[in-house]
């Protein structure tokens, strides 16, 4: 099974940047979704934005036009650039890698949007 690792999460202001990173423990080959997720406190964990490997991607409404979902295959690892970042933005970040097969879930990473 494919390990996954996030990284990129941090503190940032209301406006600023980040950009998430999901390294795979190997090259996924086939057919697969790569998504973000994301969830703050008390809150259920949301679908933020997901890749498959025909490198179709699709997002949330809330972030539409703020966040960019790609991929480098040579590094087995899916991006999420975020843009224009707004307090509501907080919280845990976790990629999944979901196949036919299986699905894999990252540790998560922090991101706080506060001034």
């Known amino acids: 099974q494919v390990q996954l690792v996030e990284s990129g999460g941090g503190l940032v202001q209301p406006g600023g940047s980040l950009r998430l990173s999901c390294a795979a423990s190997?090259?996924?080959?086939?057919?697969?979704?790569m998504g973000w997720y994301r969830q703050a406190p008390g809150k259920q964990r949301e679908l933020v934005a997901t890749?498959?490997?025909?490198?179709?991607?699709d997002y949330t409404d809330s972030v539409k036009g703020r966040f960019t979902i790609s991929r480098d295959n040579a590094k087995n690892t899916v991006y999420l650039q975020m843009n224009s970042l707004k307090p509501e933005d907080t919280a845990v970040y976790y990629c999944k890698l979901s196949t036919s097969r299986f699905a894999s879930w990252g540790q998560g990473t922090q991101v706080t949007v506060s001034s």
């Open positions: 890749i498959t490997s025909g490198g179709t991607t």
């Open positions: 190997a090259r996924v080959v086939g057919i697969y979704t």
